[in-house]
């Protein structure tokens, strides 16, 4: 499994990008302001991307998907199928957004000029198989939006993303079954709502499988000060393999 990140920054943060990150270089878990000009970067285009995991809908894990449908649709002309598995009102607010942004007539445009299977992410659990992957998602607590844990499942090698989430059962629970997890770790020490630190992840690493690998993203700062060396502490653009 190839793992590599297109941001890493909170959604306020001191100079890292938002969160997307590429798997296999054809998944993409979760889509932020930044990453369709990063996946360029990397000299990838829109349409290399098979599937799209939306964690939850917060503006910093999925606003990038207007200009990723933008891109597809006027630079790309897009042919072949894009799966996007996203909670359900994940469409309508793209739509809307386009409407804002662009107005009416592009709105129309964006879904519709190549084939979009949209699997939407409904109730407090809920499991698909999905291209190459079981997919699981598992709700979790970040305030009052409606937010996922996800697994992905690829013949038997286990990544969990946490999206956003606060420390909570739900998120150990997750962490404990998997062999690569993915968590946002927000903050080093301060206690943010919805949100973990650096304490509550070291209680989350003591449940976790000894083989499994620890990966945090998704940081206020720019430089990581103490880090563990027990965990991966990843760059925009940073990539490894499991
Ligand atoms: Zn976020």
């Known amino acids: 499994m190839k793992i590599q990140f297109l941001g890493t920054g909170a959604a306020a943060n001191h100079g890292r990008y938002n969160s997307s990150i590429l798997i296999n270089d054809k998944i993409l878990l979760d889509c932020g302001p930044t990453s369709v000009a ?3 970067k990397i000299g990838l285009k829109t349409e290399d991307i098979s599937t799209i995991f939306i964690s939850h809908l917060h503006g910093d894990h999925f606003i990038g998907l207007p200009f990723f449908f933008l ?11 894009l799966i996007l598995v996203a909670p359900k009102e994940t469409i309508s607010k793209v739509l809307k957004i386009a409407e804002i942004v662009y107005g009416g007539s592009l709105k129309k445009k964006l879904l519709l000029d190549y084939p979009l299977n949209f699997v939407s992410i409904e109730g407090s659990f809920y499991e698909e198989e999905i291209s190459e992957c079981n997919f699981q998602a598992i709700q979790t607590k970040h305030g009052e939006e ?3 844990n996800l697994i992905l499942d690829f013949n038997g090698k286990k990544l969990g993303y946490s999206g956003d989430s606060e420390f909570c059962e739900t998120l150990q629970q997750t962490a404990s079954k998997v062999d690569v997890m993915i968590c946002e770790r927000t903050s ?3 206690k943010l709502k919805g949100h973990c630190c650096g304490d509550e992840i070291e209680i989350l690493a003591k449940g976790m499988k000894t083989d499994s690998n620890l990966i945090l993203t998704h940081f206020v700062e720019t430089e990581i000060q103490n880090s563990n060396p027990n965990f991966i502490y990843p760059n925009d653009f940073e990539k490894f393999y499991f």
């Open 38 to 40: 990063n996946l360029k």
């Open 146 to 148: 409606l937010a996922y």
């Open 188 to 190: 080093p020490k301060e």
């Open 71 to 81: 891109d597809s649709v006027i630079l790309e002309k897009r042919q072949n199928p």
